[in-house]
Every structure is written in structure tokens, then in C-alpha cells.
């Protein structure tokens, strides 16, 4: 696993600048995954624990908050430039799967006036073209993503989306993308069940 060190975060001191981008250098986190997987060699050679582990043709990313709205931004999502209100493209095709933990979620009315104000290119996110294989986890309280993460077809391939709902346990299924609600109990057994697929997708 790679862990990044991205200029947003509090070890640094960048938080505060007058860079546009600040607090959340939300461009240059994707661009620093992107930097990653260009120069994966060089970090075999600095990390020979590594070398010769690593599998190009399975590579996954993960994040949780803004580290879920960076690997939705790679897993193919969109985001509109609040600053030049063109439409930002960070599409990592690389990324051969994906887990999106507690993401700010879509853009629209579904932000709150307080990120609007703060974060405004949370306001321009767009899952429509979301086309890798991805893991989406949100809480109970948030708004049901469901309607916007589909089934697709992609070059023969079919793309498939799991959405994990914690408590109600709402998923949607991988090949039939129909949604259930379970108690605890079943849920577990159910997350077991995709989690073994999960595994599987990415494994090949």
C-alpha cells in the first residue's frame, strides 16, 4: 500500500496559503496519484522491500473523505474548476478498482450552504461518468447515492458498482443492481458475501 503525504495536510504548512487551491488542493491530490503511478520504478528502486511486488495490472485506490473525493476524481467522476468553471477531467484509467469511504458526496443541492462557501468544487461533482469498478461506503444519514451509481456496459466489460450502506444495510447487488434492506445480522453475512466478490474483481 502507498500512502501520500498530499500539501493539504497538517503536517504541512500549506493549509493557510494563498495558493487558489487552499485548504483542500483538491487537483494536486489526484495529480500526486497520478505522479505515483508514473514513477512507481523509481520507488522500487528506493524501496527494495517492494521490489518486483508490485502489480501494475491490478492497482486499486482507496480513500476516505477527501481521499474518497480524489480516488472518485481517478475512478472517472468529474468536478467543475470553481475558479474557471471549466469542467476538470482527472480520469486515471491505471486505477483498476476503487473504494469511495464517506466522500463529500454529489454536487448541486445536495451540498451544504457551509461547503458551498468554503469548498466550492464540491458544488460541480459528477458521478455520471464513474465508470471503473468501485466500492462506495456512506452513513445512513447521508443522502442515498443509489439513483446516481448504475450498471454499465464498458467495451463488452460490465462495469459494476456496490454500494454499502452502514445500519439499514442498503446494498445494491453486483449483478442484478437491486437494492435490499437487512437487519445487522443478515448484513453481515451479506458483506461477507461481497466482500468476497470484491476480492475476486480485484484479483482479475
Not at 501520500?4 to 488542493?25: I, K, Q, Y
Not at 518486483?52 to 481517478?74: F, N, P, V, W
Not at 464540491?122 to 445512513?140: K, R
Request: charge should be neutral.
Amino acid at each position: 500500500m502507498i500512502q501520500p503525504t498530499h500539501l493539504d495536510s497538517a503536517t504541512l504548512p500549506f493549509r493557510g496559503s494563498d495558493n487558489p487551491e487552499a485548504p483542500l488542493f483538491w487537483r494536486s491530490r489526484a495529480q500526486d496519484m497520478t505522479f505515483i503511478l508514473d514513477n512507481l520504478d523509481v520507488l522500487e528502486e528506493m524501496v527494495p522491500q517492494i521490489r518486483g511486488q508490485l502489480d501494475r495490472e491490478k492497482i486499486a485506490i482507496a480513500g476516505h473523505s477527501m481521499g474518497g473525493y480524489t480516488a472518485s476524481l481517478l475512478l472517472g467522476a468529474r468536478t467543475i474548476d470553481p475558479i474557471s468553471g471549466a469542467e476538470v477531467n482527472l480520469f486515471e484509467p491505471r486505477f483498476k478498482a476503487g473504494v469511495i469511504m464517506s466522500a463529500p458526496g454529489l454536487g448541486g443541492t445536495a451540498v451544504s450552504k457551509n461547503a458551498i462557501e468554503h469548498y466550492p468544487v464540491f458544488s460541480g461533482t459528477d458521478f455520471s461518468n464513474l465508470v471503473t469498478p468501485s466500492l462506495v461506503a456512506y452513513g445512513t444519514a447521508d443522502n442515498d447515492p443509489t439513483q446516481h451509481l448504475t450498471v454499465r456496459d464498458l467495451i463488452g466489460t460490465r462495469i459494476r458498482t456496490s454500494i454499502l450502506r452502514d445500519e439499514k444495510c442498503c446494498l445494491v447487488s453486483w449483478e442484478q443492481v437491486t437494492a435490499w434492506e437487512a437487519c445487522p445480522a443478515t448484513m453481515r453475512k451479506r458483506q461477507t458475501m461481497r466482500t468476497r466478490k470484491w476480492s475476486r474483481l480485484c484479483s482479475g
